[in-house]
Antibody, heavy 121, light 111 residues
């Protein structure tokens, strides 16, 4: 069965860095585009970033562009989100999600349980 | 502020029907982009409930249905059950933002 397990969250001071990981299993990881989505306390879901199946194409929300870097290691079936210059507003639960498609229409078909990032002095 | 607008909460008695609206604009739902719905219980992984406006993944009960018209979409739950208590989020794509957008989520309570 498809499993996505995030790790690396924690408490970090503003301006510092943190790297999240997402370990995937139960499917052919190297053939799927993947995403990060976050949810700040009391807020809705917010898309953060996407990466193509081969890691060549990457897309970011304006709120993280230039600060976050999304990468993947297909040999390890693992995603990474390098988060630099962290701000208080980056505090959220971060989820990795798989992009599934049906008839050319794509959506987030599997999600992990999330890892909490708290940015605080 | 979320790009897609959902009511904060809806409630109903067991067995009743509830609907959740998701209102967007001409750069997302109104531009023809699909709407997808996710069910989310706090502390767990969100679950895909409806994809491409009105399609159910295997395993999702037919009590859940989706529709889309113009700049809005809606999720209906018929025969409401206690296990349906959760947060429900709509999602689409926005061409102005060049990114994926969500609603703020709607909390469904079973009275």
């Amino acid at each position: 069965q498809v499993q996505l397990v995030e790790s690396g969250g924690g408490v970090v001071q503003p301006g510092r860095s943190l790297r999240l990981s997402c370990a995937a299993s139960g499917f052919t990881f190297s053939t799927y585009s993947m995403h990060w989505v976050r949810q700040a306390p009391g807020e809705g879901l917010e898309w953060v970033a996407a990466i193509s199946y081969d890691g060549v194409n990457k897309f970011y929300a304006d709120s993280v562009k230039g600060r976050f870097t999304f990468s993947r290691d297909n040999s390890r079936s693992t995603l990474y989100l390098q988060m630099n210059s962290l701000r208080a507003e980056d505090t959220a639960v971060y989820y990795c999600a798989r992009e599934g498609c049906s008839g050319g229409r794509c959506f987030f078909d599997y999600w992990g349980q999330g890892t909490l990032v708290t940015v605080s002095a | 502020q979320s790009v897609l607008t959902q009511p904060p909460s809806v409630s109903g008695a067991p067995g009743q029907r509830v609907t959740i609206s998701c209102t967007g604009s001409s750069s997302n739902i109104g531009a023809g982009y699909d709407v997808h719905w996710y069910q989310h219980l706090p502390g767990t992984a969100p679950k895909l409930l409806i994809y491409a406006n009105n399609n159910r993944p295997s395993g999702v009960p037919d009590r859940f249905s989706g529709s889309k018209s113009g700049t809005s979409a809606s999720l209906a739950i018929t025969g409401l059950q206690t296990e349906d208590e959760a947060d429900y989020h709509c999602q689409s794509y926005d061409s102005s933002l060049s990114g994926y957008v969500f609603g703020a989520g709607t909390k469904v309570s079973v009275l």
